[in-house]
Each structure stands twice: as C-alpha cells, then as structure tokens.
C-alpha cells in the first residue's frame, strides 16, 4: 500500500504554547522572521531587530540557500556578520529566537497561568512559583489554584480519588532546549504553581 504509513507512529510531542512563547532553559523566547536584500548589508552586516536567544538559534538563508555558521556567517550580538559582501539584488532570510518582542520583555513565568508546564533542565531545585512533575512531588490544598487545577486535569497525577487531599505529580519528561550545546534534551518537566 502506497501513501501515509500508520505502522510505527511517534510519541507524541509535549509543546507549551502561550501567546506565541516558546520555552528555553526556564527562560521565554519568541520566533522571529526578518527579510533583507543586499543593498540592505553593503559591508556583509546584518542588524537584527533584536537580540537571538543564542547565535545557535539563528539560521540565514540567502536566496533560498541555507547558509552555514562560521563558514558563511557568524552572530555577534543583534548583527549577522556575513563572510562575503552580498550581491544588491540577493534576498536574506534570517530567523530566530530572541527574549526581546518589540519594546516590552517577553512575559516572565509570574505571567504563566497556573497548571502551565514546560520542559526544564532539571538541575537543583525547581525556580521559584515552580513544582517538578518528577512522581515524587506532592501538592496539598495550601496551593490552593494549583491543587483545583490538578483535581480538573487528573492525567498529571500519579493516581486520583475523589476527597484526596494531598496530591503526587506524574513523572514526565519534556524537551527542553539546551543553549549551550545549540540542541534540544529531555529535561524534567515543571509546572506553574
């Protein structure tokens, strides 16, 4: 049988989205998509409108060529520094991650909603406002907002009876990405208190 294959389909995928934020290593980030044309970079800069997450996060393309780190460009702050002068007519498609979305910072976890989960590096103790979904974590009514969440959405619980008063968080594991390393890792999971 030709076509979509159903034999072996994927997990799938965790992905937290809130007013176009995107998670990074406990911090927020947006998506940007910027278009140049060389008469824009006569001396091989590029000025971004704001300032990439991590130079791993940024990719360029120049007339539909993706273009390749260090060998054809190298990110130095809010700059694309190419490694030649582009053409005038040449067409430069940048795109990235930046914590910046115009003039106002992205919002910050206080601004998350409660129950919001997003996948986290897992070292020391969970940031402040914070639980590790890790099997081992409890919830009891003193978090009163997060506890009325989890009781409506009983699939993050170990286990659930009705009246229960202290609560344990499932073990789950989400994608984090690493900036270091410019890659995507499997990273403990938290959640907004």
Not at 45 to 53: A, F, G, K, N, Q
Not at 99 to 122: H, R
Not at 175 to 193: C, F, L, N, R
Request: glycine fraction near 10%.
């Amino acid at each position: 049988m030709r076509g979509i294959s159903t034999c072996c389909p994927e997990p799938v995928s965790t992905i937290n989205i809130t007013r176009n934020i995107i998670e990074m290593d406990g911090e927020t980030a947006f998506f940007v998509d910027e278009r140049f044309t060389g008469a824009e970079a006569p001396t091989g800069v590029i000025t971004l409108d704001y300032t990439p997450y991590a130079a791993a996060s940024v990719q360029v393309s120049l007339n539909s060529g993706v273009q390749r780190p260090v060998n054809d460009y190298v990110v130095v702050g809010k700059q694309v520094r190419l490694n030649f002068i582009p053409e005038t007519t040449d067409k430069i498609h940048v795109r990235y991650f930046s914590k910046e979305s115009g003039a106002a910072v992205v919002p910050g976890g206080s601004e998350l909603p409660t129950g919001f989960t997003m996948g986290y590096n897992g070292i020391g103790e969970a940031p402040d406002g914070w639980l590790y979904l890790d099997g081992v974590q409890t919830v009891t009514a003193a978090h009163e907002d997060l506890f009325a969440y989890l009781v409506a959405n009983t699939h993050l619980l170990t286990d659930y009876t009705p009246g229960d008063t202290t609560l344990t968080l499932r073990n789950i594991q989400t994608p984090y990405y690493d900036a270091e390393s410019g890659t995507m890792q499997v990273g403990k999971t938290i959640i907004k208190t």
